[in-house]
């Protein structure tokens, strides 16, 4: 009953939100009168980038920007994570990191993924954790904001996506900026810790010292969690009391989680102009979210098998990894919510999930687009969509067509493609690394709950996701150079692939609606959309499914 | 190669709004308007020495203090973390059997369950309200005080931390414990 409530307030509540949100999202990336104050902060941001920020791009043009300015993202991340020792804002001097560690907290953070290999307490600097961390926070979820703007204007039939270096500052400034203050200012309020003083010294009650680090908390969280970021600023993420202090930051994260995934759909349809087929799509996003949810908290409510033996009185679940704070259905709930999207944060540690309730994390991944990352969510479902339109075509014997434009070989080959990658990285690399050392010799856990972390961390660097089976002993420099090369290649490559499909279908002439075009804003496509989803999701991955988290169910849980 | 020189004109806007401006913004805020939490919700004695926070729980093991949760990382503040291990392993019935000795469980008086399951960061300052009654007997016994002021000392500091949203009570170890210095 508890867990119903909870659910009905942040899934409703992120839901109602959405929608004026999906509202402001248009006016603010896709302005549609040039004079006002779009005009205004169009002069604005034209300024800032220069002479240089040019004409509106097609396609090809508007990648090679996106591509240009994650390039300079990269390269400043990078520079300040290697000089973290000789910079200011270090109170706790904190010491120079490895070198493939560099590596793969720059590609985590640039793809938007957020995975972490380091511990932030223990090893970031204030100045690492804000002027890298915070800002690639900031401008990835952009970049994501940005790509999905452009490829709806394709999809609206325009020859030309827009300017990329307009539409990332639009997503920084007029959307995440003003979302993050007002988030970090209820954190403040929520007693959520907001100081550039080091860690402190304490002598306990009985007298031991405690080292207790601190830190710039508010600010860096409203826009973890905004962002589809997810990054913590300590090594456990939000479970630990000062990056999530409450059962109300709680609540207001997890909001925060789902909230602009979802208006992200509605900016889709809004400059598509078809709101009807965004609602299709939400909707089978939506069962798909509450699909996962019921089975998330009904498994977790099993008590923790280790203990089954012993006399200890289990009657609220498995605690094992959980605050006591949040109450009892907040971690799975947020475990899902955290995977569905490409956010990553934790609140709960999903190593020590019930293995089934550790499936559901697993296949929000690997589906990847149930409202997904910022942006990028939409962007994915798109990919879906192309493949359903395909499949649907072929079974009715039809041209397959999308919003008056036809479906033809290049587009359902690059569609494919950008899938056939995802479940290359995932199974490729979990093949890989469960059969050499560069695996075997990092799990925490042993059989198939150790095959689920190899699974589990790949299919979190392709999501670019960032959470993780976090026992695993990740900061090794295969497992650093692996998952960084993954998170940067699973990025970039569906952004540029829908972009390439967008703009050869804004050339396609627009054919006239009959009785014979596929209808894309009804029940039965929603359904041939979902079917399309479980099919694909469940043919690639199942096999992986029931060698992990299947697997340690069947012979542990009786 | 313009596209660059965009690139890093757009950097500096960012770094400078975003990570300059936005920070200086809210780290202002919150110094003016909630300084203690802030902070870090330092708790300190008379003298000004600090003696941990108010959200983050410290080590308790003698048996005249309530005790928290177990931790994996030690209730090590400057390093958190979970056990990381799976539910069905081997070396979390280990602990529980550990944890069981300690509070002297039996089936007949069943140890609650937030007494064996570490929390996610290893910091979790609170105990169920149950788990807190449970060691009444012991804290009594080491202080020689009558059990009915312990309760009612719990049953006060107990609160449901969602409101109606959430049925089980919590209380905080270290409040409890202070409250027992009074």
Known sequence: MDAILLILLIVGGATALSWPLGRYLRWAMDPVSLDGPAARFDRLFRAIGGRTTGADQDWKRYCIA?????????????????????????????????????????????????LQHYSGEVSLSYCSQLAALMWLQFVSAATGIAALTAMARGLAGRPVLG????????????????????????????????????????????????????????????????????????????????????????VLSTIAIVLLPMASVWMFGRIVGRMR????????MMALLLAKLAGAVAWEQAPTQAFAALPIAQDIGNLEGKELRFGAAAGPLWAVATTCTSNGSVNCMHDSLNPLTGLVPLAGMWLNATFGGVG????????????????????????????????????????VLAMFAHALFILGGTALFACTPWGTGTLNN???????????????????????????????????????????????????????????????????????????????????????????????FFPAAALGPIAEHLQFIK | MTAFVTSLRLTAATLLVCVGGYTTLILVLAQLVTPHTANGSLVTRADGTVIGSERIAQAF???????????????????????????????????????????????ARPLPADLAAASGSGLDPHITEAAALYQIARVAAARGVPPDRLERLVRERAFAPGGFLTHERIVSVLELNLALER
């Open chain 1, 163 to 250: 300017n990329f270096f307009v539409d990332v500052q639009r997503a920084t400034f007029l959307v995440l900026l003003p979302l993050a203050v007002v988030l970090a200012t209820a954190m403040v309020c929520g007693g959520m810790p907001m100081t550039l003083q080091g860690a402190v010294k304490a002598t306990t009650l009985e007298g031991v010292e405690q080292v207790i680090a601190r830190g710039p908390l508010a600010a860096f969280l409203a826009i973890k969690q905004l962002g589809t970021n997810g990054g913590g600023f300590f090594g456990p993420n939000s479970t630990h009391p000062f990056e999530n202090p409450s059962f109300f930051t709680n």
């Open chain 1, 446 to 540: 042993v059989g198939a709950h150790g095959f689920s972390e190899i699974l589990y961390e790949f299919s979190s660097a392709s999501a670019n996701n960032g959470s993780g089976f976090e026992g695993l002993g990740d900061n090794t420099v295969p497992w650093n150079v692996a998952t960084g090369l993954v998170m940067l290649l699973a990025r970039y490559i569906p952004i540029v692939l829908p972009l390439a499909i967008a703009g050869s279908l804004a050339k396609r002439r627009a054919t006239a609606s009959s009785a014979g075009t596929l209808a894309v804003d009804t029940p039965t496509f929603g359904v041939m959309l979902l079917a399309t989803i479980l099919f694909l999701g469940a043919l690639t």
């Open chain 2, 61 to 107: 093991s003698e048996p005249r203090w309530f005790w928290p949760r177990p931790s994996a990382v030690g209730y090590n503040g400057a390093g958190a973390g979970g056990s990381n291990k799976s539910p069905t392993s081997a070396d979390l019935t280990e602990r529980g059997r550990q944890v069981v000795a300690a509070h002297g469980a039996t089936a």
């Open chain 1, 277 to 284: 087929h965004a609602t299709v799509v939400f909707a089978v």
């Open chain 1, 66 to 114: 996106l591509l240009a300015f994650n390039v300079v993202m990269f390269g400043v991340c990078f520079a300040v994570l290697a000089l973290q020792q000789w910079l200011p804002l270090n109170p706790d001097g904190k010491e120079a990191l490895e070198g493939s560690l560099i590596f793969n907290t720059t590609a985590s953070f640039t793809s938007n993924t957020n």
């Open chain 1, 376 to 415: 990028v969510g939409m962007i994915n479902m798109f990919v879906y969509i192309v493949l359903a339109v395909f499949v649907a075509g072929m079974m009715v014997g039809r041209t397959p067509e999308y919003l008056q434009r036809r479906v033809e070989m290049r587009e359902v080959k690059l569609a």
